[in-house]
């Protein structure tokens, strides 16, 4: 039976008691802030940076991991494993993805194949988790990659941000742009898919915000999975996670916060629901 490693990014916001029993490799993406870097999650945690990031006159900037960083762990990975996989955050929102390729073409392009997961935190990890059960089942390389690509095509994430500020001062805001600029006590709601992020509507209330956003998670349709993640937003988050659970009783709505790099581009105050619609 081939054995094969999994390998992600820091911006899956994996759990580490997750991380460690599925054996899943975590490279952290760079945050450069006032003329120091931090590697993400490692060097800061979340609660002092968003304890900083309230207050801070600065902005910091994200970076991708090194092509060292990536290359490292693939070698690392081969050591113990015949094979490796490497879902990676969205191309479309970092260069992180072109990096773990470019690496696993440098290291061993026949045995590493990389999987851009067109998402970012919970989504990101339920395919990093996914990728590791499969790995246990004995699945082989094509057959992990042929499953992710399928559960790509039906994850995405609602967020409800506080303001639009970070988005737009980290020069990510794209389309959203579309929900900035009237009135600066509304709530706007996003959605990211298909590595895209993408306006949604504007809410003039954050309790109006966190009721239209469980009612668009249930206009999704059928869902297979659910998980509320906040960026020190933990009061907000809970509310959203109870109307769910009263929507959805018979799932469990998992819960996770969102790291540094994504807190970066989204700010604090950010509740989000990433969303498996069922096949």
């Known amino acids: 039976m081939t054995s094969i490693g999994v390998v ?9 008691a997750v991380q460690e029993h599925l ?75 072109e990096v773990a390729r470019r690496a696993a073409e440098s290291v061993d392009p026949q045995r590493i194949a990389v999987v851009d997961s067109g998402s970012v935190s919970v989504c ?18 094509a057959e992990i990659v042929e499953q992710l690509e399928d559960v790509r095509g039906r994850v995405r994430i609602l967020a409800l941000l506080e303001t639009l500020a970070f988005l737009q001062r980290g020069g990510r805001i794209g389309r959203a742009a579309a929900l900035a600029g009237t009135l600066l ?15 949604v509507e504007r809410v003039r209330t954050m309790n109006g915000a966190l009721r239209r956003l469980v009612e668009l998670v249930v206009g999704q349709g059928p869902v297979e999975r659910l998980g509320v993640i906040d960026a020190d937003a933990a009061t907000n988050a809970a509310e959203v996670e109870k109307n769910l ?5 018979d799932l469990t709505v998992e819960r996770g916060e969102l790291g540094p790099v994504v807190g970066t581009h989204g700010g604090p105050g950010v509740v989000g629901v990433g969303v498996l619609l069922a096949r």
Do not use: C
Request: overall charge neutral.
């Open 245 to 249: 659970r009263e929507r959805y009783p």
């Open 124 to 141: 990101l990890g339920w395919l990093a988790e996914i990728a590791a059960d499969l790995a246990r089942q004995g699945a082989g390389l």
């Open 8 to 16: 992600t990014d820091s911006t899956a916001d994996l759990q580490p």
């Open 185 to 199: 006590n509304v709530k706007p709601i996003l959605s990211v898919k298909d590595g895209e992020v993408a306006p």
């Open 23 to 97: 054996g899943v490799a975590v490279v952290p993406l760079i945050i450069n802030w006032d003329g120091q870097t931090y590697r993400d999650k490692i060097d800061l945690t979340q609660a002092d940076f968003y304890r900083r990031l309230r207050t801070s006159k600065s902005l910091p900037r994200t970076g991708a991991p090194s092509l060292v960083a990536f290359e490292t762990a693939f070698r690392e990975q081969l050591k113990q494993h015949d094979a490796v996989l490497s879902v990676n955050l969205a191309a479309g929102l970092s260069g992180t993805y």
